[in-house]
Each structure stands twice: as structure tokens, then as C-alpha cells.
């Protein structure tokens, strides 16, 4: 059962994400901490985000804008490390509270309130009309890049607020594919090997709880069934405008935001 459901929302979610710039990782994270911990989830999730990054890489990062990159993903590169170096030294963040829905109980926690409270605020420019010629000075690129860095390193949640600045950093839509896809592998090639020296290491070792199970197959299956995603999602760009990606982005924007800040997914 748990190969169904990873597979299925890794395969949906990654052909969505070739758009939107963000999901995978939002997305998966909860699907994988259905089964292990949330360190584990974190650590397997980022597995599965850069492959299909590199996946993607391929197909559409001969569009990405140096300048961009240099701007926007090296900041979010270092801003990584910070990240996921303190989401080891501290992974029992305390909750600011909790409440019970349908029978469950969800925990709000700091992180995820912050992430959740910015997207909502950035959903908004993406879909109000009054906001539609809004763009950000490229000035404004690095912070962008080490907020969108620093969440992806400690929570695996990257891809919101990069897909929140670049889409008006005034790039046309084959341009923020293909920076988007780039600026996220510079996170995960930074991030993947701090994971590794911690929670990847105790798996192999056998003293982690998900030792016991079967999550390198779930990851292998997650990671091929993204690919199959991408690949779709990447046969269907060409009908997209730039104004239609906006949308999108809005859109998953304002039902990711509030999910993360109510501690529903995340």
C-alpha cells in the first residue's frame, strides 16, 4: 500500500511541479513521514527532489538565466547549509499548539507557520489583478534566495518562496522553468550531504527506527515514478503562458500556504 501512495503522488505532484516550480518536496515530505520519521521523510524527500531536479535538468535547464541563478541560487545554495545543519542539532522543535480535526490531531509548529503565513502573502500578488504588474527589483533576488534556501535546508520547504520571487523577477515562462529547476538542484547538492552525515548514515548503520523498513525502495519507486511525471508535465509547457504559470503558482500557493501554517501537511 505505502508503494501505491508514495508512487502516485510522487508521479502527479511532479508533473504539476514542472510548472509551478514547487510541490514535490511540500508534498512528499508528509507522504514519506506517513511511514518513518520526519527526519527520515526530510532526508528521503530531498533524495527524490534532487534526482527529479537532475531529471528536469535535462529537459528544460538550457532555458535558465545565468544572471538569475547567480543572484538568486548561490545565496539560496549557502542559506541551504545553515538550514539543514540546524535541522540536525535540533529536530524535536516544540509545537505552539495543537487541535484535533476529524478524529486527528495536527500540531502547529514555528517553521511551518512562518513558510505558510508568506506564501498565503505571496499567493495574493500572484492573483489579485490590482498586483498582476507587481515585479521585485533583482536587487531583492539574493534575499530571496537565502529565505528560499534557509526553509529548504531546515524543513524541505524550498520551492513556495522561490517560485514566489522568481515568477516576478520578469522572466518568461521557459526562463523560470529552467532557473527554477536549476536554483533547486544548487539547494540540493548542498542540503543531500548534510542529511547524509546524520540521518542517512543511522539508517545505513542500522540505529535508526526506519532501518526496519523498506524506505530505499520506496525512495527508488518515488524517484521513477517523478520521472514519469516530469516527463509528461515537460510534453505539455509549450500550451502554458506566462500568465497562465502565475495562476498556477497562485493557486497551489494559497492552498499549500494555509495547509503548512494549520499543520494539516508538512
Known amino acids: 500500500m505505502e508503494y501505491a501512495i508514495v508512487c502516485l503522488a510522487a508521479l502527479v505532484v511532479a508533473a504539476l511541479t514542472l510548472f509551478s516550480g514547487f510541490g514535490l518536496g511540500s508534498l512528499m515530505m508528509p507522504v514519506f513521514a506517513l511511514f518513518f520519521p520526519v527526519e527520515m521523510a526530510i532526508a528521503a524527500t530531498a533524495i527524490v527532489h534532487l534526482a527529479n531536479n537532475l531529471f528536469k535538468l535535462l529537459l528544460v535547464g538550457r532555458f535558465a538565466v545565468l544572471s538569475v541563478v547567480l543572484r538568486f541560487g548561490l545565496p539560496a545554495a549557502l542559506a541551504a547549509v545553515f538550514g539543514a545543519v540546524l535541522l540536525r542539532v535540533s529536530t524535536d522543535l516544540q509545537p505552539l499548539g495543537a487541535y484535533v480535526l476529524a478524529g486527528r490531531t495536527f500540531e502547529i509548529l514555528p517553521i511551518t507557520l512562518v513558510i505558510g503565513l508568506l506564501i498565503v502573502l505571496f499567493a495574493g500578488h500572484d492573483l489579485l489583478p490590482t498586483e498582476r504588474k507587481l515585479t521585485f527589483e533583482r536587487s531583492w533576488l539574493p534575499v530571496g534566495g537565502a529565505l528560499a534556501g534557509f526553509f529548504g535546508g531546515l524543513s524541505g520547504h524550498q520551492g513556495a518562496l522561490r517560485s514566489a520571487f522568481l515568477i516576478r523577477a520578469g522572466l518568461d515562462r521557459d526562463a523560470f522553468v529552467g532557473t527554477a529547476v536549476v536554483c533547486a538542484v544548487c539547494v540540493d547538492v548542498v542540503r543531500l550531504p548534510i542529511y547524509g552525515y546524520g540521518f542517512i548514515a543511522d539508517f545505513l548503520a542500522g540505529t535508526s527506527p526506519a532501518s526496519q523498513g523498506n524506505l530505499p525502495g520506496l525512495i527508488v519507486a518515488a524517484t521513477l515514478a517523478a520521472f514519469i511525471g516530469s516527463f509528461l508535465g515537460s510534453r505539455l509547457i509549450k500550451k502554458v503562458t ?25
Do not use: T, Y
Open 242 to 266: 506566462i500568465r497562465s504559470l502565475e495562476v498556477i503558482v497562485g493557486a497551489m500557493l494559497l492552498i499549500l500556504g494555509p495547509l503548512l501554517a494549520l499543520g494539516i501537511i508538512g
